[in-house]
């Protein structure tokens, strides 16, 4: 079964957000929103099909990394997380809640063997 295909996003903590979005817009280039950016790109195999890869600067007192005690979260992307989130139960691995669905896709969250948050997602195609 194929799990992770990819990386859907990269978030970390930082103290200013806003600024460091800025620092990046304006020494880097990256075309930042109030969500970070998005970086869009089109698969190897199907240039048809389409991805992006979200990058976001978090305020360093966010709960949402919780229960990680880590500045970061990567999202990684899935080709079925229901058949997923199924094996990884069978495997012992911690899932922190239910699958949610939204209109870009489907998130659950998992631990790691070292208790870093990860953040899977099937995106809507």
């Avoid at 930082?14 to 109030?34: D, F, I, M, R």
């Avoid at 922190?96 to 870093?116: A, P, Q």
């Amino acid at each position: 079964m194929e799990k992770v295909t990819g990386i859907g996003g990269i978030f970390f903590k930082c103290k200013e957000p806003k600024k460091v979005s800025e620092w990046y817009k304006n020494h880097l280039g990256l075309n930042t929103t109030p969500y970070g950016a998005t970086f869009e790109w089109t698969d190897a195999s199907d240039p048809t099909k389409k991805g992006s890869t979200q990058w976001s600067p978090f305020e360093a007192s966010t709960k949402y990394f919780e229960p990680s005690t880590k500045d970061f979260m990567i999202n990684y992307r899935v080709a079925n997380i229901e058949a997923l989130v199924t094996e990884l139960k069978k495997e012992g691995v911690t899932i922190l809640d239910e699958i949610t669905s939204y209109d870009y896709g489907k998130f659950v969250h998992i631990l790691d063997i070292e208790g870093n948050k990860i953040e899977l997602w099937e995106p809507t195609e």
